[in-house]
């Protein structure tokens, strides 16, 4: 017969583990974050890009409907992710003109997340586009566009510091992608 102790370790064990579990579901979640009827554009200049896993932000500013200048931060997929479509740390350097266009938060007007592949223009603008149905990459009309959802961010001091540098981490000729 199993002690007391044994018994309540065992007991807080499963507790620490159905609670982890709940906490791994719920990151996944797109629907209760962002709106995917409503579109939002972004037009504006690089702030900064935070390229980190399980997700990198892109701080952009932009005039508002009010015509006050407003930080909106766009949430994205991992660094690893994007870094193999293209998306790295050098195209989305501080100064960069560009437009996000996607679906607008359920938290925020100034939030999004951001997804597609990127396209190099002759002059220095970038533009990005994405169908969200089917996830073809398709030409955007002379400026960087992107298919967006906009997300709740964390600000730096609230989120965990382990990815403290921001590397190029894209395929390298004659690795395989994981």
């Known amino acids: 017969m199993l002690s007391k102790i ?5 007991t807080a064990c499963v507790l620490l583990l159905t609670l982890a579990a709940t906490n791994a579901l719920a990151h996944h979640s797109f629907a209760p974050h962002f709106d995917a009827t409503k579109k939002l554009n972004i037009s504006g200049t690089v702030k900064e890009y935070e390229a980190r896993n399980p997700h990198s932000y ?7 409907e009010n015509g006050r200048t407003r ?3 766009c949430e994205s997929h991992g660094v690893t992710q994007l870094s193999r479509i293209g ?6 350097k501080a100064g960069t003109k560009l437009r996000v266009t996607g679906s607008l ?8 997340f951001f997804e597609g592949r990127p396209y190099r223009e002759r002059q220095r603008s970038r533009r990005f586009s994405a169908d969200a149905a089917t996830g073809k990459a398709a030409a ?3 400026h960087l566009r992107n ?9 730096k001091h609230q989120r965990s510091t382990t990815h403290d540098a921001i590397a190029d ?6 690795s395989r992608g994981l």
């Open 87 to 92: 998306i790295t740390p050098q195209l989305l």
């Open 140 to 142: 955007a009309q002379g």
């Open 58 to 64: 892109l701080h952009v500013n932009a005039v508002d």
């Open 6 to 10: 044994a018994i309540r370790g065992i």
């Open 71 to 73: 930080e909106y931060v």
């Open 169 to 174: 981490t894209g395929r390298r000729e004659g």
């Open 105 to 112: 938060s359920r938290h925020s007007p100034y939030m999004c």
């Open 147 to 155: 298919v967006a959802a906009c997300s709740d961010h964390k600000p």
